[in-house]
């Protein structure tokens, strides 16, 4: 019997499948309401209500001593709320290519476990290095996480000396600098602040997973 061919592009890892069919789901939900097909037309302003990260509502509990359990439940929901469809396609597509990347080399588990840990270290880091009481939502913060952690495989794959390595960072930096030249020239929320804890924690995520990452990490500083 022939061989059967290998596909020209490889299937989407099914925990991203999972993650962009849950934003996708959501942008349905809206759009059918803003259809007047059900619900009222206001419905991402009231998903944005109930699933949204309140970093100022977080920072009362925590100087309060309080548990407040939806407070913390945000921190896993926000990433899946858009304040638009174009915000949602973008947050997507970073999401769907980063992740096919990360899940590929590190595993479904592993792409799952990084997005979670980034979007709630990136929460927390919005409300403790922030004074912004705006809600934090959207993809952005836990597809940064991705990115981190796509920087650490490129970083562990370049041969040579640690100066060489840091081109592995150049996406990231490129990316984080543009975020946060936005931020300065407009009066917005510094959203930058919760991409960059979501990037840092993809990294460190990445090196705590792959097999012999954080021994690679403090060889090749002990060695530069």
Known sequence: MPDTPAPAVNPLPPAVIVLFLIIVIGEIYVAGAEANLWDSFDARINLIRQFAFMPEGFGRALSGGLW?????WRMMTYPFIHGSLMQAVFASVFILAMGKFVGEVLGNIAVIAI?????IFAALGFALFTSSSFPLFGGFPAAY????AFTFVLFS??????SQQLIAFRLLGVLMLINISFSLLQDGPPLWVAELCGAVTGFIS???IHPG???FIINKFRRS
């Open 68 to 72: 407040v359990p939806e407070l913390f």
């Open 115 to 119: 997005f979670s840990s980034s979007a």
């Open 145 to 148: 996480g991705l990115i981190g």
């Open 157 to 162: 794959r370049i041969e040579g000396l640690l």
């Open 206 to 208: 990445a090196a705590i």
């Open 213 to 215: 990452g954080v021994r």
